[in-house]
Structure formats: structure tokens, C-alpha cells
């Protein structure tokens, strides 16, 4: 009862701040802080509950960024010689839609083929998705513009409604981010889940009792992908342009620090983790720090936390509670 | 039918330095474990050092060469002590996010350290190519495939003719019972680092005097070694050798037939399809233990 009360207590208190903070700057950090946590809550179910260290998660991130950007846009595209294929710009929330299933289909076609391969072959296989998915979005100048980007995305609108004022784009983001919370803690609470964290605890046994190995990895993948690919919708009609650096890997790096400084395996890990990425660069930037100075930050970070947290704060609070006997 | 020859000529040339990058990855991972993300910024290092003693100090090309491949195998051997040495017993994922981390501090580094601006490095050899026939190739080229062979032939050598690679071919084989029969573990380890980083700088070395040296040139350079790897299969030096020359020769027939622009992702689509087709790689005899 008291985690509920704790939880509506958080959720009451994020929720209030567009209220009393009117300095737009602020919410725009906490903005990018929220969709980054939202990707890096799907990277948590792959790396903390399937034990898959999947490391081309930016992929599914731009693939859903750019479905979404280019059905709200329409386009037009040569798929044979001699055939176009035009779509007409489809209302937002349809085409915010069309980028989370194009990046679930992704995720389904990447734990397929992918996890005939583990360990380190997987980690390898997943990054080479994610340039590939970079150089194409760099290359395919028809359909993607190409290091033109494409521009003017427009803003969600839902009955006349325009997400275009910072606070709502906030509240949308909560919103979402609110609902992949609940979505993954049940997931991993049910039979499903349970099967992820066995596979991840011992593949072998858990395969001897029955657990239908790859049936659980891909359903760990499509759920990841489409959640990734709703952060990237969201960031494709908040910041309005999309380009090829969607894809970078340091996105992946960035998520993948958040999920594990916060505590792989927790609920609430990628939550903590995201909110201090999140904020970390804003608290840099303050000290006039350059962004290759606040990457080293960031690498030196993710070597010390290995080495010191390697299960991470979230884990490592609950640690201190249980010794002080609370 | 020139074309083709001349597209041959120029896997050729690129073959070698990509094996280089393929065998230093390769010892690393096969013997220590550790999948080196840092093997990029060793490669980005060499080139720099070129840079750095070329066009700054003033040393002659050839010295540098030499002391820009020294230097690489001193980083690789601090690399070693510093970061891993205390993580011999921890497991694959812990040890590759180590290595992230180090990537992404020794790439922004060197873009604090050089600027993001991309540099030239002068070479000694002659601006007009060797025309053989049909074909032409630069000079410069020529000297890159010498040195990346002659380098190839050494690290063959010192792991098949010396104590030293006796011992890492035990370690390779099983760790514990090397370390029973007094193999010094510790020493095989940081040795090894060295030597593939070693190689890796040797690379950048060769390659930037060819092209232009810049901050996230270890990026490509990384992925590429990577898919040698797994070309060659685990551990096996002369499986990267020859997945070297192969992965270029796709390249440039991917860049000249196909376009231009995908040329980098020729690499990376290796990977996948044959990680999907061939998990083992295209020459490996022992099971892959991922």
C-alpha cells in the first residue's frame, strides 16, 4: 500500500510542475528527460528482465521517429522501377500510430534472426542493425531527405487540440511514460515475464521446463521496440525534425547508462537513471563544460559505476534500507 | 573487365590493414574474453601520432611509423592494467560495458585533444601511381599492403614461434588449466591487449597518412574489425587475415557496382547475414561460445 501511495505521491508531483515552473527551457530538459526514459524503460526489458545486452536500441527509437514523421508528411517513393508508392499525409495520431507498429515490426524481425545468435554475437548483430538503419536513412535521399532531414513535422492534434505549447507536450510524454510504466510492470509480473528472467537466469533449464525459448525473447523484443518506437514518435512531433543522427549509437550508450546506473531489473531503475542523464548535460552545460568534456564525464561515469554500483542505485538503495532494518 | 581488376587491385591494397585490425580483435577476444570497443580509438590513435609527429614535431615518416606503433602498444598495455586487470573473473556484459565507457572517454578525448576538424598527414612517396597495364595504383598504397603484410607475418610468428604465444595459444585453449601448469594469466592478458592494440594503431597508422586522420575515425574502423571477426571466426588469425581481403574486396564491389553510399554498410550487412547463415564465421573449426 505504501509503494501506491508513494508512486500517486511522485506521479502527483511531476504532473504538477508545468503549474508552478513557467520557464520553458526547463520543461524542454525535462521533456528530453521523459523520452529518453521512456526508451530507456524498453531497453530495461530486453537488458535488465530478458538478459539480451542489445545495443542497437537507437534503431528502433529512429525507425519509429521517421515511420511516424513521414505518414504525417506523406511521401512518395520508387519501390520498383516504374511504381511509386504515395501516401498522403494521414492525420498525426494515426501516423504516431504507423511509427510505434514499424518499430515493433522491427523488434520482430531483429528477436527472429537475431537471437540465433547471444552474448557478444547479439551485441554485434544489434549495432550493425542500428547503422545500417543510419546509413539508409542517410542515403535513401527519396524517401528520407537524406542529411537534408526532413523538416516541419507537425505537431500532434487530437480534436482540435494542438500539442504545441510545452506544457502539454509534457503531460503527453508523463502520460506515456506513466503508461509503459504500468504496461512493463505487468508484464513482467505475469507468466510471461517470469519466463524472461528465467531464460535470463539460466537459458538451458529454463528451456528443460518447458519455457518456449525464442516464442518469450521476440514477445521481449516487439514489446521493447514498439515502446522505444513511441519515444521516437513523440520526439519526431516535439521537436518537429528528424535526420539520420537519430540513429547514433551514443543514444543507445546514453540509454544504456541510464537503465544501468538506475539498476537493471528494477521498475524504477531506468526511472532514476533517466531522470540524472536526463538532467546530468543541463547540470554541465551550467558549468560551462563542452559536450566532449561531458562525454568523457559519461564514459568515465559508466566505468565507475560497473565498478562500484554494478547493480545499480536503485538496488543498491534497497540494500541500504534492508541493512538500517526499516 | 578493367574495372573489375582495378576494383580487385584496390581490395587489395585495403585488405591488408583491415586484417591487421581483424587479428588484433580477434587474439583480444578469443584469449582475453573481452570484446574491445576501444580497438577503434587505438586505430584513431596511431593516425594522430602520425599527425602529431609528422606535421607537428617533424619526424621523419618511417620513425614515426615505428614510434607511433610503440605507443600504441604502451596504451593498450595501461588500457589493460587499468581497466580490465580487475575484471578477469567478471562475465562478457560487464566487461563490454567497461570498454563503452573507455570508448566513449578516449574518442571525445582525442576530439578535445585534436579538434573535430579532419587532418592530412604528408607521405615521402611519390604523387604519381604505378600503372601496371589497365590498372594504376598510388605508391603510398603499395607501401600500406608491405608494411600491413610484414606485420601480419610477425604477429604469426610471435604467436607460434615464441614462448610468449605459447602461452597464449594455452590460455586460449582453456584459461585454468594454463593457469595450473604456470602460465603467468596476468601477464598473457596485458600482453595480448598490447599486441592487438598494437596492431590496431599500426593500422591507423598505415591508413591515415592514405586518408585524413579525425576524431570518430575509430567508429567505421571498429565495425569493420568486427565484421573480419566474424568473417574469420573466433581466434583465428589466419580466418582474419583472409577476412580482411575478403571484406574489402566486397566493399569495393559494393561501392563501384552498387553505390557509393552503402558502401560502409557493406560491413555491417556481412554481419548480420552471415552471423544468420554461418554463426560460426566462414572458417572456424572450434564451436562458438557467445
Redesign the interface.
Given at each position: 500500500m505504501t509503494a501506491r501511495l508513494v508512486a500517486a505521491a511522485v506521479i502527483v508531483a511531476l504532473a504538477s510542475i508545468p503549474l508552478w515552473m513557467g520557464d520553458p527551457y526547463v520543461l524542454h530538459v525535462l521533456i528530453m528527460a521523459g523520452i529518453f526514459t521512456i526508451a530507456a524503460m524498453s531497453l530495461n526489458l530486453l537488458l535488465g528482465y530478458a538478459g539480451q545486452?542489445s545495443?542497437g536500441h537507437v534503431a528502433f527509437f529512429g525507425v519509429g521517429a521517421y515511420a511516424s514523421a513521414l505518414f504525417s508528411l506523406g511521401f512518395s517513393v520508387h519501390v520498383l522501377p516504374g511504381m511509386m508508392l504515395s501516401v498522403q499525409p494521414t492525420p498525426v495520431w494515426l501516423a504516431m500510430l504507423a511509427g510505434m507498429l514499424a518499430a515493433g515490426a522491427c523488434g520482430w524481425f531483429i528477436g527472429r534472426?537475431a537471437f540465433?545468435?547471444?552474448?557478444?554475437?547479439?551485441?554485434?548483430?544489434s549495432?550493425?542493425?542500428a547503422?545500417?538503419a543510419r546509413?539508409?536513412a542517410?542515403?535513401w535521399v527519396e524517401l528520407t531527405q537524406g542529411p537534408m532531414a526532413l523538416n516541419n513535422i507537425p505537431a500532434l492534434s487530437v480534436a482540435g487540440f494542438a500539442f504545441l505549447r510545452k506544457p502539454s507536450v509534457y503531460w503527453l510524454v508523463l502520460g506515456v511514460a506513466i503508461a509503459c510504466f504500468i504496461l512493463i510492470a505487468r508484464l513482467v509480473h505475469s507468466r510471461a515475464g517470469r519466463a524472461m528472467v528465467a531464460l535470463s537466469e539460466n537459458e538451458a533449464l529454463a528451456a528443460s521446463v518447458g519455457i518456449d525459448v525464442t516464442r518469450y525473447l521476440v514477445l521481449a523484443t516487439v514489446v521493447a521496440a514498439t515502446m522505444a518506437g513511441a519515444a521516437g514518435v513523440l520526439y519526431a512531433h516535439y521537436v518537429r525534425i528528424v535526420d539520420p543522427d537519430v540513429f547514433l549509437?551514443?543514444y543507445t550508450?546514453t540509454m544504456?547508462i541510464m537503465v544501468?546506473t538506475g539498476g537493471k531489473g528494477t521498475l524504477a531503475g531506468p526511472v532514476v537513471g533517466g531522470l540524472i542523464f536526463g538532467l546530468l548535460p543541463e547540470g554541465l552545460r551550467a558549468l560551462a563544460i563542452?559536450?566532449?568534456?561531458q562525454?568523457?564525464v559519461?564514459?568515465?561515469?559508466?566505468?565507475l559505476v560497473?565498478?562500484f554500483l554494478?547493480q545499480g542505485i536503485v538496488p543498491a538503495l534497497r540494500g541500504l534500507r534492508l541493512r538500517s532494518g526499516s | 573487365m578493367e574495372q573489375l581488376l582495378q576494383h580487385g587491385l584496390n581490395a587489395l591494397m585495403l585488405g591488408g590493414t583491415y586484417a591487421l585490425l581483424g587479428i588484433g580483435l580477434t587474439l583480444i577476444?578469443g584469449i582475453m574474453r573481452v570484446?574491445n570497443f576501444t580497438h577503434g580509438e587505438l586505430y584513431a590513435f596511431g593516425a594522430y601520432m602520425m599527425y602529431a609527429l609528422v606535421m607537428k614535431a617533424g619526424v621523419n615518416f618511417f620513425a614515426a611509423l615505428g614510434l607511433a606503433i610503440v605507443l600504441g602498444v604502451l596504451l593498450g598495455a595501461l588500457l589493460e592494467l587499468v581497466?580490465l586487470s580487475?575484471l578477469r573473473a567478471a562475465d562478457?556484459?560487464?566487461t563490454?560495458?567497461?570498454m563503452?565507457?573507455?570508448?566513449?572517454?578516449?574518442?571525445?578525448?582525442e576530439?578535445?585533444a585534436w579538434t573535430g576538424v579532419a587532418v592530412s598527414i604528408n607521405n615521402p612517396f611519390p604523387a604519381a601511381p604505378l600503372v601496371l597495364g589497365p590498372v594504376s595504383v598510388a605508391w603510398n598504397r603499395v607501401f600500406v599492403l608491405v608494411m600491413a603484410l610484414l606485420l601480419i607475418f610477425a604477429s604469426h610468428t610471435v604467436i607460434n614461434r615464441t614462448k610468449l604465444g605459447r602461452a597464449m595459444r594455452a590460455t586460449f585453449q582453456d584459461r585454468d588449466t594454463a593457469a595450473l601448469m604456470g602460465v603467468q594469466i596476468g601477464a598473457v592478458h596485458t600482453a595480448t591487449f598490447a599486441l592487438g592494440s598494437g596492431l590496431a594503431a599500426a593500422a591507423g597508422a598505415l591508413l591515415g597518412p592514405v586518408f585524413v586522420a579525425y576524431p570518430s575515425m575509430g567508429?567505421l574502423a571498429a565495425?569493420k574489425a568486427?565484421a573480419v571477426v566474424?568473417l574469420g571466426g573466433l581466434g583465428s588469425i589466419p580466418g582474419a587475415t583472409l577476412g580482411g581481403f575478403i571484406l574489402a574486396l566486397v566493399e569495393e564491389l559494393g561501392a563501384g557496382y552498387i553505390?557509393s553510399?552503402?558502401r560502409?554498410?557493406m560491413g555491417?550487412?556481412l554481419?548480420?547475414v552471415i552471423?544468420?547463415f554461418r554463426?560460426t564465421g566462414l572458417f572456424a573449426r572450434k564451436e562458438?561460445?557467445?
Open positions: 545486452l545495443l534472426i540465433k545468435v547471444r552474448g557478444a554475437y547479439f551485441v554485434i548483430v549495432i550493425s542493425f547503422e545500417v546509413l539508409v542517410l542515403n549509437f551514443i550508450v544504456a544501468i563542452g559536450p566532449e568534456t562525454w568523457i559519461y564514459g568515465v561515469l559508466m566505468v560497473v565498478y554494478p | 577476444f570484446v581497466l580487475r562478457i556484459d560487464t563490454m560495458l567497461v563503452i565507457g573507455a570508448w566513449i572517454a578516449l574518442q571525445n578525448a576530439q578535445l567508429d565495425a568486427f566474424i553505390s553510399g552503402y560502409d554498410a555491417f550487412l554481419i548480420i552471423l544468420l554463426p562458438r561460445i557467445g
